[in-house]
């Protein structure tokens, strides 16, 4: 359950991030290095990044 709502918590406020930058998914990923698919799945809680992960720096560094 933990896990759960640790992913709703990642994905709302990635979406919240996502579109506070006004950039595209396209231009986040491509500043991220990940796929387009992968941020598709981030933002719908299908998965959620190890936060020491290369994706979850990535998307910090993309969206910032």
Do not use: H
């Amino acid at each position: 359950r933990s896990s759960d709502l640790a992913a709703m918590r990642f994905y709302d406020k990635l979406n919240e991030l996502a579109e506070d930058c006004n950039c595209t998914a396209k231009e986040i990923c491509r500043a991220a290095g990940i796929s387009e698919a992968s941020f598709s799945r981030y933002r719908s809680g299908e998965r959620v990044p190890d936060s020491d992960s290369e994706a979850f720096s990535g998307l910090c560094s993309g969206i910032a």
